[in-house]
Nanobody, 127 residues
Framework: VQLQASGGGLVQTGGSLRLACAAS????????MAWFRQAPGKEREFVAR????????YYANFVKGRFTISRDNAKNTVYLQMNSLKPEDTAVYSC?????????????????????WGRGTQVTVSS
């Protein structure tokens, strides 16, 4: 599976962005999908994950209520709607796929458990 993230850019504090991750070369609908981010000088961190079947998503505490992950299996795309952005959200955002057998919830935030990664997209939030 090849993944390509897009939609990043420069936005002011309090603004919004919608990231997209397009998948190709595999059965997208069978993968749980996730977003991670990495700020300069920091470790990559988990942002959100959505099951292959959809649902409400699983989020890192620092984005709850601000970010929403969704997917369109017909378009082989997963989205990350980011609202109320803060300067500390500045990072490169990458998408990842976890195929069956799926990781249990306690491993959702472990980036070593994902099978495929896409190139990231830069998000910069100005103060």
């Amino acid at each position: 599976v090849q993944l390509q993230a897009s939609g990043g850019g420069l936005v002011q504090t309090g603004g919004s962005l919608r990231l997209a991750c397009a998948a190709s070369g595999g059965t997208f609908r069978s993968y749980d999908m996730a977003w991670f981010r990495q700020a300069p000088g920091k470790e990559r961190e988990f942002v959100a994950r959505l099951k292959w079947s959809g649902g409400s998503g699983y989020y890192a505490n620092f984005v709850k209520g601000r970010f929403t992950i969704s997917r369109d299996n017909a378009k082989n795309t997963v989205y990350l709607q980011m609202n109320s952005l803060k300067p500390e959200d500045t990072a490169v955002y990458s998408c990842a796929a976890d195929g069956p057998p799926y990781q249990i919830r306690s491993y959702y935030e472990d980036d070593r458990q994902y099978d495929y990664w896409g190139r990231g997209t830069q998000v910069t939030v100005s103060s």
